[in-house]
């Protein structure tokens, strides 16, 4: 097989030989410690980090800086979920006052003047090179419309309909957002940085606060991403939706990789290290791995690209009118390729109808969809939404399970009751 090293799965198991060799190095962590988090991610273990997220700030509530109105968002802990009902009406971008905020610790106030973007490490054929923010935006811009989704999405319907219970924030489909991200290529600014050709591994690290995980200190947030991944399609992004980036999603400049978990497109990136050996970080060991029966006894590799959903631009256990003709419309996306086709149930899954897809399906964006319902028996029923995306994949009825709940890609049985 060729090996490609912006293939997570090949490319972890060189990393996984060099660090059985002691060649590979743990960034920020004790090694010790490392290793506890491996093993804790095995037995989804003392640490419980996949619930990092909700551990934090609970109790202080969201250090959020934009409104979190209950009818945009619900909020879980630390993070804000959109609401889907709140984006029937609005166009394929989400507007940035209803996109889902996903934060460890809070958000931080930096000034885009007070910037800087240090590249570092021994992937590089000189020394350090910084970047300012008025550097950055000079080199050349791209844009592109590019969804960001938690791993967990969607995370709580293993327990609710599959009985099986996961540890970490307890998403229904809200943890995604579509926006037009602007930016730097991330291969610019390494290829500037001068990038050595022995580099492996490029491990953008956030300025928020450190994570603190049950008395383990993580360190900031990072997660390294193979040389490969990073010099094809990466953007150091500053703008959104037309507006400078927004301090909730990384003001003043993020990562934004496309098609890949959210955890890698770290927000407030302050440095960029450049490595000739493989980099070991709790995001990429313990946390983003799928742990538990049907997987390896040390993980799968670490996640990468997202995988196959759809959602009801509708409340969950929302009250509709009998004998009315409703336009039933909702939104679906794939981490693999342009969703195809996408059908709805509105009889619990027993007869399927094709939606129409209201928007062109692109690769790394998601497809708006409709289709009318004239209910025409009162009573609690459940309206189903398939989709398949080009590569022939459709949503299975059920998830392979993992301890931590990540990429729940099955359909989601959506409750109504009609009256
Ligand atoms: N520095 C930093 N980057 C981060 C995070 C964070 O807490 N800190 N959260 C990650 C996770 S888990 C997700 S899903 C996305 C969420 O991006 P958003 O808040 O803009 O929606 O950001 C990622 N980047
Ligand atoms: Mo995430």
């Known amino acids: 097989m060729p090996f490609d ?8 198991r060189a990393r996984l030989r060099q660090w059985a060799r002691g060649r590979a190095r743990s960034a920020g962590v004790d090694r010790r410690d490392l290793l506890r988090l491996f093993a804790a991610g095995a037995a989804a273990g003392p640490l419980g980090l996949g619930a990092a997220g909700t551990a934090g700030a609970a109790a202080a509530g969201p250090g959020v800086v934009k409104p979190l109105p209950p009818e945009l968002f ?10 889907f009902a709140a984006l029937r009406g609005t166009g394929p971008l989400t507007p940035v006052d209803r996109f889902f905020v996903r934060n460890h610790t809070s958000t931080p106030r930096i000034e885009a003047d007070a910037w800087r973007l240090t590249v570092w490490g021994d ?3 000189d020394g350090p090179v910084e970047f300012s923010y008025d550097q950055l935006r000079a080199l050349p811009a791209v844009e592109r419309t590019l969804f960001v989704e938690c791993a967990g999405n969607g995370r709580s319907f293993y327990a609710s309909q599959q009985g099986q219970p996961v540890s970490g924030t307890a998403w229904t489909l809200g943890a995604i957002g ?22 492996v591994d490029v491990l953008p690290r956030g300025l928020d606060d450190e994570v603190v995980a049950n008395g383990v200190n993580l ?28 301090p909730d999603h990384g003001g003043p400049v993020r990562v934004v990789v496309p098609d890949w978990i959210g955890i890698s497109s770290v927000k407030w990136v302050g440095d960029i290290e450049v490595s000739a050996s493989p980099l070991y970080t709790p995001w990429n060991t313990d946390l983003y791995r799928l ?3 049907a997987h390896p006894a040390e993980g799968s590799a670490p996640l990468t690209r997202q995988t196959l959903k759809s959602a009801f631009e509708l409340e969950l256990g929302a009250t509709v009118a009998v004998d009315r003709t409703r336009l039933l419309t909702g939104r679906s ?24 897809l209201r928007d062109t399906p692109c690769r790394g964006s998601w497809v708006r969809w409709s289709v009318p319902w004239t209910p025409r028996a009162t009573g609690a029923t459940a309206l189903l939404a398939r989709a ?8 299975p009825e059920t998830a392979v399970h993992n301890t931590q709940g990540y990429l729940f890609d099955a359909v989601v049985r959506h409750p109504v009751t009609v009256v």
């Open 333 to 356: 996306w794939s981490g693999a390729a342009p969703v195809r086709r996408v059908e709805v149930s509105t009889d619990g899954g027993a007869r399927w109808r094709r939606a129409h």
């Open 123 to 125: 992937g590089l054929t």
């Open 219 to 246: 360190g900031r947030v990072r997660r390294p991403l193979p040389v490969a991944k990073a010099l094809d399609d990466v953007l150091l992004a500053y703008g959104m939706n037309g507006e400078p980036l927004p």
């Open 291 to 293: 742990f538990g029966p």
């Open 178 to 199: 579509v926006a037009r991200w602007r930016g730097a290529r991330l291969s610019d600014v390494l290829r500037r940085a001068g990038v050595g050709g022995d580099a």
């Open 5 to 12: 090293p912006s293939d997570e799965s090949t490319y972890d």
């Open 388 to 395: 398949t995306d080009a590569t022939g994949r459709t949503q």
């Open 74 to 83: 619900t909020v879980r802990g630390t993070n804000a979920e959109t609401n």
